[in-house]
């Protein structure tokens, strides 16, 4: 399944076209202590500009901080974002970074190294929309994403190009291929990781007890386990420093053969609900990681 570089018209990340080339450019010629004030009045600029984003910004922050968040907070979580993207353009113009392994990601780290096909499920948070790159540089484990195409996107692009096929996209907003390339990188014997955090075209969703209420998220994964006889990770990549990051990655969900459907979907629950809690502790503690500005 080869990657597509070719762009269509439809969503696109927020900002001018040009802007995440201007960025590259402008980390190659700028020294950083100019071009960090550079990018924090940006961050004031987006955070005045970008309602929908800045209103699930507060409702956010409202429920992990447990309070009304201040201005000041809302320009350090916006400003996170930007600094997540600048590392995985700086990653794409060939700076170093690598990933390692936390002490709660054991089972992963026996994947990694003894291989086989396995379902990765993602959330955007601190640094995880570049980790599975990195993991497929360092391990050479071919993995294939499952994302929406959006209309300027050269930063994982670039970091596809850079690591040679090894990483290829399944699109979700192109229905009439979806479910053959689906079919096809699930029965290839690799890694296919998908967003659990972001409702797409192809979800089917559960409520889960998340940062004080139900909320609601894809269970695609699971379902998709159960069919091609795969196991689950779920997993985050956390910011450790310059040039680190740190891998955070649940115990494997491994589909039973013959078990009912009832009994496995109540595992497959749990396994979720299991990693929602970590994940929560880690955003109390680093409420700024949480990259998904869009409504809770």
Excluded at 133 to 146: E, G, K, N, S, T
Aim: proline residues 7%.
């Amino acid at each position: 399944m080869a990657l597509s570089t070719a762009q269509t018209a439809g969503p696109r990340n927020p900002g001018p076209p040009w802007g995440l080339r201007f960025l590259r450019l402008a980390d190659l010629a700028l020294p950083e202590a100019l071009f960090r004030p550079l990018r924090a009045a940006g961050t004031w600029v987006a955070l005045a500009l970008m309602a929908p984003q800045r209103r699930a910004s507060r409702t956010y922050l409202r429920a992990v901080l447990g309070r009304e968040p201040r201005a000041n907070e809302q320009f350090r979580h916006f400003f996170a974002l930007c600094e997540s993207l600048m590392l995985r353009l700086r990653v794409a113009n060939g700076r170093a970074h690598r990933c390692v392994l936390g002490p709660d990601s054991g089972e992963f780290g026996t994947w990694l190294r003894t291989g086989g096909p396995a379902f990765l499920g993602t959330f955007h948070v601190g640094n995880s929309d570049l980790t599975g790159f990195l993991l497929a540089a360092q391990d050479h484990r071919r993995v294939h994403i499952v994302r929406h195409r959006v209309g300027n996107s050269d930063d994982t692009d670039a970091l596809a190009r850079r690591l040679g096929g090894l990483v290829s996209y399944v699109w979700v907003n192109e229905p009439a291929d979806l479910l053959f390339a689906l079919k096809e990188a699930g029965s290839s014997g690799e890694a296919v990781a998908l967003q659990c955090d972001r409702a797409d075209h192809i979800s089917r969703t559960e409520c889960f007890d998340f940062l004080g209420a139900k909320r609601t998220f894809p269970f695609t994964i699971y379902h998709l386990a159960f069919i091609f006889n795969r196991p689950v990770f779920l997993s985050i990549g956390a910011p450790a420093g310059p040039g680190v990051s740190v891998v955070h990655a649940s115990p494997a969900f491994e589909p039973a053969p013959g078990e009912s459907r009832e009994a496995a979907l109540a595992r497959a629950r749990a396994h979720f609900q299991a990693f929602l809690c970590r994940l929560e502790s880690y955003l109390r503690a680093n409420p700024y990681d949480w990259l998904n500005f869009l409504p809770l």
